[in-house]
């Protein structure tokens, strides 16, 4: 399992370790992944998501998991998450 957010695709950085004497080595910044259950309102199912603690407050602040599907790019999705927003797309048309 990749240490990258489902829905907003971030994923670890690189940088440096600098000691007191300025000395660098090399290091890793993770993302901060929790595994979290949505609920979409639209399909009246729960979805299970890795995402950062970023993504989460996104989501809250868009409005729920639909909203923020509805605006998400594909490209920055997981093939889990776009598989959702497709099934979102097509229970809004058929609506």
């Known amino acids: 399992m990749s240490r990258r957010c489902e829905l907003t695709g971030k994923g670890p950085m690189s ?30 199912r729960s979805f ?13 602040h868009r409005g729920g998991l639909d909203a923020y599907l509805a605006k998400a790019k ?6 889990a998450a776009l598989k959702v927003k497709k099934e979102l797309a097509k229970a809004a048309a058929s609506a």
């Open 74 to 79: 594909d490209d920055e999705l997981s093939p």
């Open 48 to 60: 299970k998501f890795r995402i950062s603690n970023a993504a989460l407050r996104s989501v809250d």
């Open 15 to 44: 940088g440096n370790n600098v000691s007191h004497a300025k000395n660098r080595t090399r290091r890793r910044f993770l993302p901060n992944l929790q595994e979290v259950t949505m609920t979409s309102e639209a399909l009246g």
